[in-house]
């Protein structure tokens, strides 16, 4: 019997879903993925994702493996899914990968993109796809914070307070930067990985400091190890896209 490895990419509009990960009686991408990828296979397959989003948050690139031993063709696999699965959930590419092909253990860094608007009145269209900012931002401050939060740093700052896991909290941030068009702004962040809500933190205190309510020094302050504040605010979900997933040794 063949056993393939399956690595499927996907995007997701996360309005509808209650996160990535499977939840008792809640909608969620897995728990549509592996019912698609079942009514394919006739079989009950575990699928292993590249990373979780939280509700509300949206995917560009996600990448998803599998084992099967259902015989067809790896690359014609996402047409397979494609009628099996939900309007919000598009399955792009699939391919075979190596038998120890890992989604989660094999990505080498993600970036994600945070989209603000900075229009006066939003259309309500875009109310689950971006955030709304009025307020004057200060871009020259915007970069100096980026530049403040790239490399290694302990980012127990930038997590979900109700998190009482003890966990490493050291995170490095290989990229950061941000990109004007007209009344969009988009914050871009690169890493190996990041901590719960980290990323809406970043964003949401880069904002703070861009509007003039704290200072660099204020910014600095939140990597001090006597730092006993959380950064804040953070912004809502809907504004938050996992961008691309860069994988290393990835061999078919």
Same mark, same amino acid.
């Given at each position: 019997? %063949?056993?393939?490895n399956i690595l499927l990419k996907i995007q997701y509009d996360g309005s509808? /879903?209650?996160g990535f990960q499977i939840q008792k009686n809640k909608r969620t991408?897995?728990? $549509?993925? $592996?019912d698609a990828i079942r009514k394919v296979t006739g079989e009950e397959n575990r699928i292993i994702a590249s990373g979780r989003t939280d509700s509300g948050v949206h995917a560009n690139e996600m990448y998803i493996n599998f084992l099967t031993a259902k !015989?067809?063709?790896? &690359?014609? /696999?996402h047409f397979h899914l494609k009628k099996y699965l939900p309007d919000d959930i598009l399955a792009l590419e699939s391919k075979k990968v190596d038998k120890n092909f890992h989604a989660r253990f094999s990505v080498k860094t993600k970036t994600y993109k945070y989209v603000i608007s900075l229009d006066k009145i939003l259309h309500p269209i875009y109310r689950n796809y971006m955030e709304q900012i009025t307020y004057k931002l200060d871009f020259d401050k915007l970069k100096q914070g980026m530049e403040i939060l790239k490399g290694e740093h302990d980012f127990k700052a930038f997590m979900l307070s109700e998190k009482n896991d003890i966990i490493n909290? !050291?995170?490095?941030? &290989?990229d950061c930067y941000f990109v004007l068009n007209e009344n969009r702004l988009y914050l871009y962040f690169k890493a190996e990985s990041f901590l719960h809500n980290q990323v809406r933190i970043m964003a949401g205190s880069l904002i703070e400091l861009s509007r003039g @309510? !704290?200072? +660099? &020094? &204020?910014f600095k302050y939140y990597f001090n190890k006597n730092n006993t504040r959380r950064a804040n605010? %953070? +912004? @809502?979900? *809907? *504004?938050l896209y996992l961008d691309s997933i860069d994988y290393s040794n990835l061999k078919s």
């Amino acid at each position: 019997m %063949t056993i393939q490895n399956i690595l499927l990419k996907i995007q997701y509009d996360g309005s509808l /879903f209650e996160g990535f990960q499977i939840q008792k009686n809640k909608r969620t991408v897995q728990k $549509e993925l $592996e019912d698609a990828i079942r009514k394919v296979t006739g079989e009950e397959n575990r699928i292993i994702a590249s990373g979780r989003t939280d509700s509300g948050v949206h995917a560009n690139e996600m990448y998803i493996n599998f084992l099967t031993a259902k !015989i067809i063709r790896a &690359d014609k /696999f996402h047409f397979h899914l494609k009628k099996y699965l939900p309007d919000d959930i598009l399955a792009l590419e699939s391919k075979k990968v190596d038998k120890n092909f890992h989604a989660r253990f094999s990505v080498k860094t993600k970036t994600y993109k945070y989209v603000i608007s900075l229009d006066k009145i939003l259309h309500p269209i875009y109310r689950n796809y971006m955030e709304q900012i009025t307020y004057k931002l200060d871009f020259d401050k915007l970069k100096q914070g980026m530049e403040i939060l790239k490399g290694e740093h302990d980012f127990k700052a930038f997590m979900l307070s109700e998190k009482n896991d003890i966990i490493n909290t !050291i995170r490095k941030i &290989d990229d950061c930067y941000f990109v004007l068009n007209e009344n969009r702004l988009y914050l871009y962040f690169k890493a190996e990985s990041f901590l719960h809500n980290q990323v809406r933190i970043m964003a949401g205190s880069l904002i703070e400091l861009s509007r003039g @309510k !704290i200072s +660099l &020094d &204020d910014f600095k302050y939140y990597f001090n190890k006597n730092n006993t504040r959380r950064a804040n605010p %953070t +912004l @809502k979900a *809907g *504004g938050l896209y996992l961008d691309s997933i860069d994988y290393s040794n990835l061999k078919s």
